[in-house]
């Protein structure tokens, strides 16, 4: 699977590096010591000097605080929906929508802002 993988990334590493960065990232922890590993890590190292590549990665670093503030609201096991929730976690619902919205706008086309802005919108968190 790993080679069919690293294939697959090669062909459509020019078309869109995110996409094959993202299949071929795990690989050299799976293939740990083989030449899939070695030729898994060599493709990471060419995909992480595309500008997309870097968005992604500066993105999933802001991602993790978001995940950490839904790790927090999450912990209410309430309807976010509901005004009573918005109302007792609204200094944390403010942190979000500020991480969020800075990501939509630093990183508009990363994978990881996609996934704050459906955290986001989980909590009904308007985000511009």
């Known amino acids: 699977g790993g080679r069919k993988k690293l294939e697959q990334a090669e062909a459509v590493r020019e078309s869109n590096p995110v996409e094959a960065f993202v299949m071929v990232e795990k690989l050299p922890t799976v293939f740990k010591g083989s030449p899939l590993a070695t030729e898994a890590t060599e493709m990471i190292g060419k995909l992480k000097k595309?500008?997309?590549?870097?968005?992604?990665?500066?993105?999933?670093?802001?991602?993790?605080?978001?995940?950490?503030?839904?790790?927090?609201?999450?912990?209410?096991?309430?309807?976010?929906?509901?005004?009573?929730?918005?109302?007792?976690?609204?200094?944390?619902?403010?942190?979000?929508?500020?991480k969020t919205q800075q990501m939509k706008k630093a990183w508009p086309d990363a994978l990881a802002t996609k996934e704050a802005l459906e955290t986001a919108e989980r909590y009904s968190v308007e985000i511009k």
Not at 82 to 97: C, G, R, S, V
């Open 50 to 98: 595309e500008k997309a590549v870097t968005s992604e990665l500066n993105a999933r670093v802001a991602l993790e605080g978001v995940k950490k503030l839904d790790q927090q609201l999450g912990l209410g096991a309430q309807d976010p929906k509901k005004p009573e929730f918005q109302k007792a976690y609204a200094p944390l619902l403010t942190q979000l929508k500020n």
